[in-house]
Nanobody, 120 residues
Framework: QVQLVESGGGLVQPGGSLRLSCVAS????????MGWHRQAPGEERELVARIISGDSATYVDSVKGRFTVSINNANNTVYLHMNSLKPEDTAVYYC??????????????WGQGTQVTVSS
């Protein structure tokens, strides 16, 4: 019914920048919130940034001032702009969305993940 497709991951040197994108498609009536989580090897998945439609964004402390999450409601896309990247940002980044479908079902949807590697 609803699918999230991420793009924009890759290999970047410390101090560099990347932009992740995530497009939601399907029988979407409303998007309540979208955001990004990440999971490093051997670690638990953590919330990185989240934006509620029509409201402000929240960030995990480790990325504040470096990452910016934004949403384009016209095309159901959420972005994560990552600056001043550090090796500890290396992880698989997952898009997540809180969506209401046309049949008024509320879904918590995950993307397939995109790898971000910060290394020299």
């Amino acid at each position: 019914q609803v699918q999230l497709v991420e793009s924009g991951g890759g290999l970047v040197q410390p101090g560099g920048s990347l932009r992740l994108s995530c497009v939601a498609s399907g029988t979407i009536r409303r998007i309540n919130a979208m955001g990004w989580h990440r999971q490093a090897p051997g670690e638990e998945r953590e919330l990185v940034a989240r934006i509620i439609s029509g409201d402000s964004a929240t960030y995990v402390d480790s990325v504040k001032g470096r990452f910016t999450v934004s949403i384009n409601n016209a095309n159901n896309t959420v972005y994560l702009h990552m600056n001043s990247l550090k090796p500890e940002d290396t992880a698989v980044y997952y898009c997540n969305a809180d969506i209401v479908t046309h049949s008024l079902r509320r879904l918590n949807v995950w993307g397939q993940g995109t790898q971000v590697t910060v290394s020299s």
